[in-house]
């Protein structure tokens, strides 16, 4: 039989999606009768099936593949019941600008035999609701419904079309069981036709304000988050902050490695408050969602601003505005590019000049200062031998592969990561891109399938280390996580920076009532506090059938021991998760010195 399931698979591999993370069930006999169909007809041109005990991490993991190569991979889940089993993932994708295609089934529509397909168990009329594609259509870029056999292909074109357009993002098809079990003639579609919608570039006049605009500055700055999903866009920022000597660079966004930190321009991640913002008499905004925090800190009222970005609108966002003088919707990488043409073209002599020179003179002299100052922070926590985050990064840094992919979801603790990873690499920083905690354990597994498939199979690709939250680690479904990380052999090195809760909280409530009832009592009494705390890599371990490398670390000594196991654990194949307990005895709060700075 060829079916409407059958050609929907064929849409997904002749599109270029090459992994689905499936949870099956009774809307999907025709999908899974499919599966096999391909596996034993299509001879290695199908997507390969990924079993996945849990939505969230089935979704996270299509999501940090797709964010690793920009190539949309697809997930399956089940009726309305597995749609909402897909939680803070979908809103992740949403944020995070991840093409991902997710297909839902339906409840059967016809009760009496009708058509191949008609209800045959209980459960098919409780989970008959008026509107699925509701659950998640606030968060998607298109939602659709699979009717015919017929037109499968061009349904499944048509979301992928939206998925991979700018603002990239999570897609949603249903089709109920009748529909998808339709048998219909084979058929293929004009590939070539089906692209996504590209972006322009700015005009002539609009070049021309902001060259001038940087050029004429006296401490220019850009903003930017996810400008360095496209990774050639890295070498096109570089090449602006090494031609404007004195520009300097900012990430408020942190979900990729957007400039490199070894040059001069570089000053780090910081969410939205960092001095530069406030000094700075030019603003350039380039792909960035949240570049201050106007109750913390925002520009002076003198500062031009401009803003470039694939959504300068923030369509998806209720409330958002900068008082930026002019907006421009337009690709990061080509913007950038014809701002620094037009600058060394048209402004080579001014240049030139000695002011020019003597910025880049300050600016090398203040990011080396500013190296330096990251490096001290890298000590140990107390004479007792415990460490804290920033000295756990370091030794972390210092001993992966230097060409390591980073799974960052360390929360409060992230700029301090990532001043210790200092990345340079394009695609080697990739962060949770909304706020729905646990994206890093199935997003991490992605990433390391995608990078493995791209070099010629299994550990065969770069080495990927996830450092994560304890409270975050929680919220991954560890028991999948690891359960899928054995089945189909992914090793990742997980580092749990276990402060014993969350302390984000925390420092929320702190911002609003910093003199309040809760200022002066622990974590125990906010009941944000994890203690006794659990056996983070114990549940790993579990979930693998006992075959993940599992310890845990609270001292120095420790840490020089395990840490290189762990590391020749994932070399071999092996999954380990090194639960870091930061900073020995608890401080004040429940959580230690780390818990209270980040």
């Given at each position: 039989?060829?079916?409407?399931?059958?050609?929907?698979?064929?849409?997904l591999?002749?599109?270029?999606?090459?992994?689905?993370?499936?949870?099956?069930?009774?809307?999907?006999p025709?999908?899974?009768?499919a599966?096999v169909?391909g596996?034993?007809e299509?001879?290695g041109?199908?997507?390969r099936?990924?079993?996945?005990p849990?939505?969230?991490?089935?979704?996270?993991?299509?999501d940090?593949?797709?964010?690793?190569?920009n190539?949309?991979?697809?997930?399956?889940?089940?009726?309305d019941?597995g749609?909402?089993?897909?939680?803070a993932a979908?809103?992740n994708?949403?944020?995070?600008?991840?093409?991902?295609?997710?297909?839902?089934?339906l409840?059967?529509?016809?009760?009496?035999?009708?058509?191949?397909?008609?209800?045959?168990?209980?459960?098919?009329?409780i989970?008959?609701i008026?509107?699925q594609?509701?659950?998640?259509a606030q968060?998607c870029?298109?939602?659709?419904?699979?009717k015919?056999?017929?037109?499968?292909?061009?349904?499944?074109?048509?979301?992928l079309?939206?998925?991979?357009?700018?603002?990239?993002?999570?897609v949603?098809?249903?089709g109920?069981?009748?529909a998808?079990?339709?048998e219909?003639?084979?058929?293929?579609i004009?590939?070539?036709?089906?692209t996504?919608a590209?972006?322009?570039?700015?005009?002539?006049k609009?070049?021309?304000?902001?060259?001038?605009?940087?050029?004429?500055?006296?401490?220019?700055?850009?903003?930017t988050?996810?400008?360095?999903?496209n990774?050639?866009?890295?070498?096109?920022l570089?090449?602006?902050?090494?031609?404007?000597?004195?520009?300097?660079?900012?990430?408020?966004?942190g979900?990729?490695?957007?400039f490199?930190?070894?040059h001069p321009?570089?000053?780090?991640?910081?969410?939205?408050?960092?001095?530069?913002?406030?000094?700075?008499?030019?603003?350039?905004?380039?792909?960035?969602?949240?570049?201050?925090?106007?109750?913390?800190c925002?520009?002076?009222?003198?500062?031009?601003?401009?803003?470039?970005d694939?959504?300068?609108?923030k369509?998806?966002m209720?409330?958002?505005?900068?008082?930026?003088?002019?907006?421009?919707k337009?690709?990061?990488e080509?913007a950038?590019?014809?701002?620094t043409?037009h600058?060394?073209a048209?402004m080579?002599d001014r240049?030139s000049?000695?002011?020019?020179?003597?910025r880049?003179?300050?600016?090398?002299?203040?990011?080396?200062?500013?190296?330096?100052?990251?490096?001290?922070?890298?000590?140990?926590?107390s004479?007792?031998?415990?460490?804290?985050c920033?000295?756990?990064?370091?030794?972390?840094?210092?001993q992966?592969?230097?060409d390591?992919?980073?799974?960052?979801?360390?929360?409060?603790?992230t700029a301090?990561?990532a001043d210790?990873i200092q990345?340079t690499?394009?695609?080697?920083?990739?962060?949770?891109?909304?706020?729905?905690?646990g994206?890093?354990?199935?997003g991490a597994?992605?990433?390391?399938?995608?990078?493995?498939?791209?070099?010629?199979?299994s550990?065969?690709?770069?080495?990927?280390?996830?450092i994560v939250g304890?409270?975050?680690?929680?919220?991954?479904?560890?028991?999948?996580?690891?359960?899928i990380?054995?089945?189909?052999?992914?090793?990742v090195l997980v580092?749990?920076?276990n402060?014993?809760?969350?302390?984000?909280?925390?420092?929320?409530m702190?911002?609003?009532h910093?003199?309040?009832?809760?200022?002066?009592?622990?974590n125990?009494?906010?009941?944000?506090?994890?203690?006794?705390?659990?056996?983070?890599?114990?549940?790993?371990?579990?979930?693998?059938g006992?075959e993940?490398?599992?310890?845990?670390?609270g001292?120095v000594?420790?840490?020089k021991?395990?840490?290189p196991q762990?590391?020749?654990a994932v070399?071999?194949g092996?999954?380990?998760v090194?639960?870091?307990h930061?900073d020995g005895p608890?401080?004040?709060?429940?959580?230690?010195?780390?818990a209270?700075?980040?």
């Amino acid at each position: 039989m060829y079916t409407a399931s059958f050609a929907f698979f064929e849409a997904l591999w002749e599109a270029g999606v090459t992994h689905c993370f499936v949870n099956l069930g009774s809307d999907h006999p025709s999908i899974m009768e499919a599966i096999v169909k391909g596996q034993n007809e299509k001879h290695g041109e199908f997507p390969r099936i990924i079993t996945c005990p849990n939505e969230m991490v089935a979704l996270s993991m299509a999501d940090g593949y797709a964010r690793l190569t920009n190539k949309p991979q697809a997930v399956i889940i089940h009726v309305d019941v597995g749609t909402q089993g897909l939680g803070a993932a979908v809103h992740n994708a949403s944020c995070g600008r991840a093409p991902v295609l997710i297909f839902a089934g339906l409840s059967p529509y016809t009760i009496e035999g009708e058509y191949r397909g008609s209800r045959t168990e209980y459960i098919h009329w409780i989970q008959d609701i008026p509107d699925q594609k509701a659950i998640v259509a606030q968060y998607c870029r298109y939602t659709g419904e699979i009717k015919r056999g017929r037109n499968v292909k061009q349904l499944v074109n048509r979301a992928l079309s939206f998925a991979t357009s700018e603002p990239r993002g999570p897609v949603y098809l249903v089709g109920a069981r009748e529909a998808m079990e339709e048998e219909i003639d084979p058929y293929k579609i004009d590939q070539a036709v089906w692209t996504p919608a590209e972006l322009g570039a700015l005009t002539a006049k609009q070049l021309q304000l902001v060259s001038d605009a940087l050029v004429n500055a006296e401490q220019p700055l850009l903003i930017t988050g996810y400008s360095g999903r496209n990774h050639a866009a890295v070498d096109a920022l570089v090449d602006l902050a090494s031609t404007i000597k004195g520009l300097r660079v900012l990430d408020t966004g942190g979900s990729d490695m957007c400039f490199p930190a070894d040059h001069p321009a570089w000053l780090g991640l910081r969410y939205g408050v960092e001095e530069s913002i406030r000094t700075a008499d030019v603003i350039l905004l380039l792909d960035v969602d949240v570049p201050w925090i106007p109750t913390q800190c925002k520009p002076n009222s003198a500062a031009k601003i401009f803003h470039i970005d694939v959504d300068p609108l923030k369509q998806q966002m209720p409330v958002f505005y900068v008082n930026a003088i002019a907006r421009y919707k337009a690709d990061a990488e080509t913007a950038i590019s014809q701002i620094t043409g037009h600058i060394k073209a048209t402004m080579h002599d001014r240049l030139s000049s000695q002011t020019f020179e003597t910025r880049w003179s300050d600016l090398q002299k203040s990011h080396k200062q500013r190296l330096e100052t990251i490096a001290a922070q890298a000590q140990t926590a107390s004479d007792d031998g415990t460490f804290g985050c920033s000295y756990l990064v370091s030794q972390v840094r210092k001993q992966c592969p230097p060409d390591t992919i980073w799974a960052i979801e360390a929360v409060t603790n992230t700029a301090f990561v990532a001043d210790q990873i200092q990345a340079t690499i394009p695609g080697s920083w990739i962060n949770c891109g909304g706020g729905g905690l646990g994206w890093s354990g199935g997003g991490a597994l992605g990433i390391k399938l995608a990078t493995d498939s791209e070099h010629g199979g299994s550990n065969k690709g770069k080495f990927v280390c996830q450092i994560v939250g304890d409270g975050t680690f929680l919220f991954s479904v560890p028991g999948s996580v690891y359960w899928i990380a054995q089945r189909y052999g992914i090793p990742v090195l997980v580092i749990v920076l276990n402060n014993q809760g969350w302390n984000a909280p925390r420092k929320s409530m702190l911002l609003v009532h910093p003199d309040g009832e809760g200022s002066k009592v622990d974590n125990k009494a906010l009941n944000i506090s994890f203690a006794p705390t659990p056996d983070y890599s114990g549940i790993a371990k579990a979930a693998s059938g006992g075959e993940c490398w599992a310890a845990h670390a609270g001292t120095v000594d420790e840490l020089k021991r395990l840490l290189p196991q762990a590391i020749e654990a994932v070399k071999g194949g092996r999954c380990a998760v090194l639960d870091a307990h930061l900073d020995g005895p608890q401080g004040k709060f429940g959580g230690g010195k780390a818990a209270l700075v980040g």
